[in-house]
């Protein structure tokens, strides 16, 4: 993706804030949150018809879990990830897949040259998110298929669990940190919100519905993601002093205890958005 002069997109600061969040954090991400983000895999599969034939683009691969169950239904997969700590984990995960490091918003394919696109959870990692759309629009061939998953806001109350034990505790943001998008380019988080993003990236008949699960955990495999520095909330524990990190603790297994069931696992209730387009 270029500007029309010719030069390179730059990246935003919420851009260069998430490459700085997720360095490093291949693993501690597949041992805690992959496992609640494979679950809408399936349907983003079925929405592109991913299958024997397929020359399909999985972006922000992670661990590999979309690629590999891509592979699975016998599509032809690319996989990319910004992260190297991510993508070492995807090649075990989809040997058979082309997996490489590149990121949105300036992918290193061809115009027209994949027939599905498929993003789980990427979207929400991106300071432009009609950018990366228009990005993901160009790779795809015409009357090719994508399909894309966002978290819903306002999050459901599995989700809101960590930060509300942040928000208690009383923690500061770090200064590196993003605060958000810029206004210009956030959109709102809900159904209509999401397909009205696609349309105007240049997509058609695009159509988004709302995924409500309970993803089961436990309070030690929960808490280990935000221990090991996962995401943005994992940033926010980390960089707080030993006093207040305590302090998020203390309210995390308090407020984690509305979802406990009897055998001590959590039942955590998750929403995201699923939408699906055509080129």
């Known amino acids: 993706m270029h500007h029309e002069n010719g030069e390179p997109m730059t990246l935003t600061g919420f851009d260069e804030c998430e490459r700085l969040i997720w360095a490093g954090r291949g693993a501690a991400y597949a041992a805690s949150y992959a496992k609640l983000c494979a679950h809408p895999v399936p349907l983003l599969l079925d929405a592109v018809e991913a299958g024997p034939g397929v020359r399909l683009l999985d972006v922000g ?21 910004a992260e190297p700590s991510m993508i070492e984990l995807a090649e075990r995960a989809a040997p058979t897949a082309h997996v ?25 990692h991106v300071g432009r998110p ?8 160009r790779v795809l061939k015409p009357g090719g298929r994508i399909a894309l998953t966002i978290w819903a806001a306002p999050p459901a109350p599995g989700q809101a669990l ?16 993003p605060t958000g998008l810029a206004a210009e ?16 990236a240049g997509l058609r008949e ?13 309070v ?10 996962v995401a943005f909330g994992g940033q926010m524990v980390q960089s707080q002093t030993p006093e207040v990190r305590a302090e998020i603790r203390r309210h995390f297994e308090l407020f984690a205890s509305e979802f406990a069931d ?16 055509r080129r």
């Open 130 to 137: 009609q950018v990366a759309l228009a990005e993901l629009r």
């Open 262 to 277: 009897d055998t001590g696992g959590l039942t955590l209730p998750h929403a995201a958005l699923v939408a699906r387009a």
């Open 206 to 218: 695009a159509d988004c519905e709302t995924l409500r699960w309970d993803h089961r955990t436990s």
């Open 162 to 177: 960590l930060g509300r034990a942040i928000q208690a505790a009383g923690a500061e943001r770090p200064p590196h940190l």
């Open 185 to 200: 380019d956030d959109f709102r988080r809900d159904e209509s919100g999401l397909a009205d993003l696609l349309t105007a």
């Open 61 to 81: 691969t992670g661990p590999g879990t979309v690629a590999a169950a891509a592979c699975s239904r016998g599509a032809t997969v690319t996989a990319v990830d």
């Open 220 to 229: 030690d495999e929960w808490w280990s993601g935000p221990a090991s520095g």
């Open 100 to 124: 490489r490091v590149a990121a949105l918003p300036e992918l290193p394919f061809a115009d027209d040259e994949f027939d599905a696109v498929v993003a789980n959870f990427v979207l929400n």
